[in-house]
C-alpha cells in the first residue's frame, strides 16, 4: 500500500472511530491518541482471541485490527513534508504554519515543517542539502530559481504536472503557466503561485511641487535624484541596491538592462554581457548613487529610509503598498512610524521605466516547486495550499505583492483588503494586469532551456550585486570592466550547461 493511499484509509477509519486528531505544535499527534488507538487495538485483539477461540469469523475483525495498527504507525512516524519559504518574516511564517495545522489535523499522519529561509541564499542552501542528499519536499521561490533547478535534475515535473491537473490547468491565468514551462521538455516545471510587478514609487506631493516629471526616462530620474535632497526634509533622492550579497539590486538592474535592450545573449545564442548596451546600463545604475543613501544597500533600507522621510524615491515591489499605510516590520519588532501618516496618498507608482534603447516594466513570479524525491503527499499538500481560504489567507499577508494566479482566487483577492481603498482605480488596474507587461531576461522566447538555467545561475549566483557593489561603492571596476567580468563570468558558466546538458 502506498503511503498516501495509507493515510486515505486512516482518515476513513478515524471518521468511522470518531478520533478527531489533535495536532501538537510541532505537527505530531499527541500522546493521548495514541493511547486511546493503543487501548482500541488492545480490546479488539482481546476480542479477536475470543473469537478465535470460538472458532467465529474473525475476517472483519482481523481488517479492523489491520487498519488501527496502520494508524497507529502512522501517528508514530508521520510523513514529514519540509516545506521551505522565503516568506520568512515571522507573521507570515505563522500563517504558513496556521494553514499547515489545518492539513495536518484532517491528516493525522502527516507532519508539515515550515522552515523559513533567505531567497538570496536558496541556491548555497539547495546545494548543501544536495550534498547531505536531503532536498525539502517543496519551496516557495521565484521563478528565476526554476530554469537552473529544473536543469540539474532537482524538480519533480512529473508531479508538478499531477498537481496543475488536481487544482484544475483551466483554473490559471495563461500568463503565469507559460512562465514555468520547462522548454526541453514542454512540461510545467513547477506551480505559479503568486506574484508582483516593480515600480519606481516616489514622493508625488515633492514632485508637484518642484515641477518635476514623473520618473520614467533614465533623464527624468537622474534629474529628480539629484534634485529632491534638501526638499521636504529629504536627505537623498533615493536608496539603491547595491548590496552585493542581496538579488534586489539584480532585480532593479534587470529593468534598467531591459530598458537599454540590453540581454544576457543574443538571438545566435552568444552571450552578451558586454556590449555597449551592457556598459551604459551599468553606467546609468551605479551613477545614481551619486544622490543617494551611501553605503551597502538592499531591500529593508530602501525601504525603510522611503517611509521616514529620507528618500524621495524606491525602486520596489507592489509588496510596499500596505507597508505605505501602517508602516513596514522591524527588524527588532514593531512598525517604522511613517513620516506622514497618508504616505501613500502621497506616492507615485511608475512601473515602466523607458531607456535610450527602449522601454521595460519588471516583475516576478512565485513558484511553489516539487522537489526531487519529494513524497508523493507533498502533491496534496500544495494543493491544499492553493485552495480557497487557505489560498485567500496567504495571498492576504500582502495583497498587493501577492496577485493570484488563479482566476477562481482574483475577485476575493481584490476585495479582500482595506488596503486597496488607498489608492487610486488605475493603480490597482496596473497591478491586475501585471502577469500581462512583466519583462525579465528569464522570459525572453528565443532563450532555450540551457540560457534560462544560465540566467537563473547569474541571478542565483549573485553576478550583477558584485559588479554594482564593485563600481558604485567599492570603485574598484568601471562599467566596461565590470561588463567585461559579466562577460567571462557568464562565458564559463554557459560552457559548464552546454557540457552538462
Known sequence: MSRKRLITTILALVLVLGLAACASPSG??????????????????????????????????????????????????????????????????????????????????????????????????????????????????????????????????????ATIQAIGEDDFRTGPLQMVVDPATGNYAALPFDGWIQALWYRQDVFDTLGLSAPVTWDEITSACETLPGNDDLLYGMTLGTDPGQNYPHQVFEQVAISNDAWPFDQAGNVTMDTPEMVAALDFYAGLQDCSLPGPQYWRGAREAYEYGQSGMLFYSTYIMDDLVDGSGLEAGGNVELAYTDLAARTGFAPSMEGPNGAASYGQLVTLSIMKGADPVAQD?????????????????????????????????????????????????????????????????????????????????????????????????????????????????????????
Open 28 to 161: 505530531t499527534v499527541d500522546a493521548g491518541k495514541e493511547a486511546e488507538l493503543q487501548a482500541q487495538i488492545d480490546a479488539l485483539q482481546a476480542q479477536l482471541g475470543e473469537a478465535q477461540s470460538a472458532s467465529g469469523d474473525t475476517a472483519e475483525l482481523e481488517a479492523q485490527l489491520e487498519q488501527l495498527q496502520a494508524a497507529l504507525e502512522a501517528t508514530q512516524n508521520p510523513v514529514v513534508i519540509e516545506f521551505w519559504t522565503t516568506d520568512n518574516e515571522e507573521a507570515r511564517v505563522q500563517v504558513y504554519e496556521a494553514v499547515a495545522a489545518r492539513y495536518m489535523e484532517a491528516n493525522p499522519g502527516v507532519e508539515i515543517r515550515i522552515v523559513p529561509i533567505e531567497e538570496a541564499g536558496i541556491s548555497q542552501r539547495i546545494s548543501t542539502a544536495v550534498a547531505a542528499n536531503r532536498l525539502p519536499d517543496i519551496i516557495r521561490m521565484g521563478i528565476e530559481r526554476v530554469a537552473a533547478f529544473s536543469a540539474d535534475g532537482l524538480l519533480d515535473e512529473e508531479a508538478a504536472m
Open 381 to 501: 499538500v500544495v494543493k491544499f495550499f492553493m485552495t480557497g481560504e487557505n489560498y485567500q489567507e496567504i495571498l492576504a499577508l500582502a495583497p498587493f505583492g501577492k496577485v493570484p494566479v488563479l482566476e477562481s482566487a482574483v475577485e476575493e483577492w481584490k476585495s479582500a483588503s482595506d488596503y486597496f481603498a488607498n489608492y487610486p482605480p488605475e493603480t490597482l488596474e496596473a497591478i491586475a494586469a501585471g502577469y500581462d507587461s512583466m519583462q525579465r531576461w528569464l522570459f525572453r522566447p528565443d532563450y532555450d532551456a540551457t540560457q534560462r538555467a544560465v540566467v537563473g545561475d547569474i541571478e542565483g549566483r549573485l553576478l550583477i550585486p558584485q559588479v554594482i557593489s564593485n563600481i558604485a561603492i567599492e570603485g574598484t571596476m568601471t562599467p566596461a570592466e565590470g561588463a567585461a567580468w559579466l562577460q567571462q563570468q557568464v562565458e564559463s558558466i554557459y560552457a559548464e550547461r552546454k557540457a552538462g546538458s
